[in-house]
């Protein structure tokens, strides 16, 4: 009994000292002003998951699925800018919001990181994240963040019960306009420029021109027009130009490549401003989901592009098996229409293959595709019956 006693007032000092942390890491400089939301979740509702927002959706706190078990009391606050101290290097374009999450006993430890949404005003590219307020440090910190740009909200991804949050922009453009300038004899080589972050890379195709070429690369400052509907922005916006010296056309198409800001597999393309048709035409090219980049082939020697998502599966990821067909490079897919080109991806080893469907299959639960012998011991061993892919449409 001595012993059990022993541990467990060990236990309760290590809760005290890890909330005592928390205070002076995370504790409020300023008193809030406005409670917004507060709401108590059973533990039931907890372990499915729940998300709780201010009335007009600009802040939203998500619980993800199994990160808690427990009843906790989730509360939301709003202050005024004038009560908090504000970094001087960067500008808030947000509501500022403190949460709470609580079950009035420990601290909480999350399995799973809350998921953050918050809305923003401001109408450029600049960029943006979601900051916390580090009392210990006494200054706002970074947490990983994402812009949807089209949508003006920025998502983080936070491990911490308690904090007080907004968005801070950069005073400054993400990238100064970049200038390159190649003799008549370099620019029929072909050649490739890029901001320094690899954000935006722009591929000059070898004898697309014949004279000295300059090439400018900048961001471009706002959106022309509304995004569609069924559409959703996940880059920056970018514009570049190529001007010749003898103000010829370009003789063969250039190659541009895009990061962009989204984890799921749908369907992305680059997309030029046609200010003659008013609206966003898509390029031809290819998505390469391992770098979050997608390639496009543009005739026009200048133009304001961006990556756009669509609600279709582009993708799919899940475990493959083999059949034996008469056709060493078919596949069965249940996802894509027959004749179908994909490329498929071993997760493991990186290996990949290029099939075409030929009749529809797996029928089994969690198999994505079917690939003939060949094709699977291209990028896997039969012997191992599945193995985890990515399948790719390719266009």
């Not at 990983?144 to 801070?168: C, G, K, T």
């Not at 895009?258 to 799921?264: C, G, T, V």
């Not at 529809?360 to 079917?370: C, K, Q, Y």
Request: overall charge negative; glycine content about 6%; charged content about 20%.
């Amino acid at each position: 009994m001595t012993i059990i006693a022993e541990k467990f007032s060990v236990r309760q000092c290590l809760y005290i000292a890890f909330a005592v942390f928390l205070f002076f890491l995370i504790g409020n400089p300023v008193q809030a002003q406005e409670t917004v939301n507060e709401i108590t979740l059973d533990n039931i509702t907890v372990e499915r998951g729940y998300t709780t927002s201010t009335s007009d959706g600009i802040f939203r706190l998500g619980i993800m699925p199994g990160a808690l078990d427990q009843e906790v009391v989730v509360t939301l606050k709003k202050f005024e800018t004038e009560e908090v101290t504000l970094p001087q290097d960067k500008t808030l374009v947000s509501e500022i919001f403190e949460y709470d999450i609580t079950n009035g006993v420990t601290p909480l430890e999350f399995s799973r990181p809350l998921a953050l949404t918050l809305a923003y005003e401001s109408d450029n590219y600049r960029d943006k994240q979601i900051y916390f307020w580090n009392r210990l440090s006494g200054e706002w910190r970074a947490l990983p963040s994402r812009v949807a740009w089209d949508q003006n909200y920025v998502q983080a991804i936070s491990y911490l019960p308690y904090s007080l949050i907004a968005v801070f922009e950069e005073p400054n453009p993400v990238h100064a306009p970049a200038k390159f300038d190649y003799l008549a004899a370099d620019a029929a080589k072909g050649a490739k420029v890029a901001f320094t972050d690899a954000s935006f890379q722009l591929e000059l195709t070898p004898d697309a021109v014949v004279s000295r070429t300059i090439i400018t690369l900048e961001d471009s400052p706002g959106l022309p027009a509304a995004v569609p509907d069924d559409l959703r922005l996940v880059s920056p916006l970018f514009r570049f130009q190529l001007k010749t010296e003898d103000n010829s056309l370009l003789k063969r198409p250039i190659s541009l490549w895009l990061a962009y800001q989204s984890p799921n597999l749908r369907k992305k393309t680059i997309r030029y401003w046609d200010s003659v048709k008013v609206g966003w035409i898509e390029l031809p090219g290819q998505t390469f989901y391992d770098q979050k980049q997608v390639q496009g082939f543009i005739h026009l020697p200048y133009a304001m592009v961006g990556v756009f998502e669509s609600e279709e599966v582009q993708a799919l990821e899940g475990m493959a098996s083999w059949y034996g067909s008469s056709k060493p490079y078919g596949a069965a897919s249940n996802d894509f229409n027959l004749d179908t080109r994909l490329r498929v991806t071993n997760l493991e080893n990186s290996k990949t293959v290029i099939v075409t469907v030929v009749s529809r299959g797996p029928f089994v639960r969690g198999r994505v595709i079917d690939l003939a012998k060949k094709a699977f011991n291209d990028i896997g061993n039969c012997r191992a019956g599945v193995i985890r892919v990515r399948v790719e449409k390719i266009i």
